[in-house]
């Protein structure tokens, strides 16, 4: 709501007594809304990733080169690729999230 608050003001040039007839918000709320150097934005939740996008990008890049590559074990990739710096979990988590998924075969 600040956000719309603050556009109303900054973009469309309206007053505070303008504002606060339009939106139903008191003087006082926005004063405090145009006065504030921006809204406040929700924290991301969860952990991080281990992985950066340039590195995803380099695993993608090494499963997808051949069939050897593909039927690599996750803790194989690790070594191959980034010298066991990462986790299988890690490994295992990144690929499923990218579209890749494991099949036994029959």
Excluded at 68 to 87: K, T, W
């Amino acid at each position: 709501e600040q956000l719309r608050v603050r556009t109303l003001y900054f973009d469309v040039h309206q007053s505070q007594g303008q504002i606060s007839k339009t939106t139903g918000y008191s003087k006082a709320q926005v004063k405090r809304a145009t006065a504030t150097e921006e809204t406040d934005e929700p924290s991301k939740r969860g952990r991080k990733r281990s992985l950066t996008k340039d590195q995803e990008d380099k695993l993608v890049e090494f499963v997808t080169a051949s069939k050897a590559n593909r039927r690599m074990g996750f803790f194989q990739l690790s070594v191959v690729l980034f010298a066991g710096i990462f986790g299988v979990c890690a490994i295992k988590n990144t690929l499923y999230r990218l579209g890749f998924r494991r099949r036994v075969a029959r």
